[in-house]
């Protein structure tokens, strides 16, 4: 019975959801003290979870799927003409272009053979004249000129994300106890990046041989990420066990984790959670998915050092200060240009822990 009961629980494994609609329309003290005990409860014990009453009007997030769809349904060779140099992440992506686990450092055994298809919308360095940013993480958008609606769909997307992703950085101050606005100076410039993800193959293209990934396993890099997917299978968690799960948001849910920026600030009092997608195989073949990330990853020049109010007196502090640009360049050394990031010891332990446990 022993035996089964442990079972039992590695099972009830879920992502909680949280209506964050006291922060959006406005709500009482109560109200929001509420949500606020339920994201910080969210943050420490899975690193994921869903949110309801976000505000995202229905028809932006169609037009953000119409979107998807007309721009991945171009031949391949067009696509390609949007491709952009490793170090401007922005324009279209092919499959196995990108390795995400080598922005952990850990070259797996189907290395390159994250088979996901992207197209990267960023914030450019002209949406802040005032500041000299880097042009290479500020980089331009490129649009494709095929689309006449892709654009406007996409932007209306990213600018509902980026208010739905600095809502809940408001959130997490009242969570962690700090001043309401505490994170607006990092944020108030923040190298914001949407990744639109296309997972899709040929009939039969299977032949049974290899591990077939979507998207390899890894951690977001910055503060927190805006999930908004299909709810089809592929998306899996790794829980504080090292046991994978299938997660698939709720009707109009979207989903939410935290980067690895904010388990550095709180001393992973709250958890960058290790994903993966790895849909799975039927016929040969998967039924198509589509989810687009929002990364709200701070401002480049922003230090992120660990916060004292998630030090316990005498506790010592995991990480070393580290500013975004750093941050953020090895980690996209590693997806994009194939260089391992020898940065992410802690992730990397994480990761080799989990590959000698089961999948729920
Ligand atoms: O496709 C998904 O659900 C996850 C995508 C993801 O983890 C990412 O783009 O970082
Ligand atoms: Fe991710």
């Known amino acids: 019975m022993e035996g089964y009961a442990e079972v039992m629980v590695e099972r009830s494994f879920v992502v909680p959801s949280v209506d964050i609609g006291p922060y959006v329309r406005g709500g009482d003290d109560v109200a929001r003290t509420r949500v606020a005990a339920q994201i910080d409860e969210a943050c420490r014990t899975v690193g994921f979870f869903q949110i309801r009453g976000h505000g995202v009007p229905e028809h932006v997030t169609a037009g953000l799927a119409s979107a998807i769809d007309g721009f991945f349904g171009l031949p391949l060779e067009v696509k390609n003409g949007y491709r952009c140099p490793p170090a401007i992440n922005r324009g279209y992506t092919p499959p196995k272009a990108e390795s995400l686990s080598l922005s952990l450092g850990v070259e797996s055994a189907a290395r390159m053979n994250d088979y996901f298809e992207a197209f990267n919308v960023g914030v450019p360095a002209r949406t802040y004249p005032h500041l000299t940013l880097p042009e ?104 504080t066990r090292g046991v994978w799960h299938d997660v698939c948001p709720d009707e109009s849910a979207l989903l939410v984790n935290l980067g690895d920026l904010t388990a550095r600030w709180t001393n992973e009092r709250w958890l960058s959670t290790l994903h993966r997608v790895k849909p799975p195989i039927v016929d040969g073949t998967i039924r198509r998915r589509r989810s687009a990330a929002y990364f709200h990853d701070g401002n480049i020049d922003a230090v992120i050092a660990t916060l004292p109010t998630c030090l316990a007196e005498g506790e010592p502090a995991r990480y070393a200060p580290i500013t975004v640009a750093e941050h953020v360049r090895a980690k996209l050394a590693g997806s994009r240009a194939g260089t391992p990031n020898a940065s992410a010891e802690r992730e990397a332990a994480r990761l080799a822990a989990a590959d000698r446990a089961p999948l729920s």
């Open 136 to 239: 290479t993480d500020y980089a331009d958008n490129v649009w494709p000129s095929e689309l006449d609606a892709f654009a406007s769909q996409v932007g209306a997307y990213f600018a509902e994300a980026q208010r739905v992703a600095r809502t809940l950085t408001r959130v997490f101050a009242d969570a962690l106890g700090l001043p309401a606005g505490f994170f607006d100076a990092f944020t108030d410039h923040s190298l914001d990046v949407l990744r639109m993800n296309n997972y899709a193959l040929p009939p039969d293209t299977y032949t049974g041989h290899g591990d077939l990934i979507g998207m390899g396993e890894h951690t977001d890099y910055g503060i927190v990420t805006v999930l908004w997917a299909d709810r089809i299978a592929g998306l899996q968690v790794l829980d």
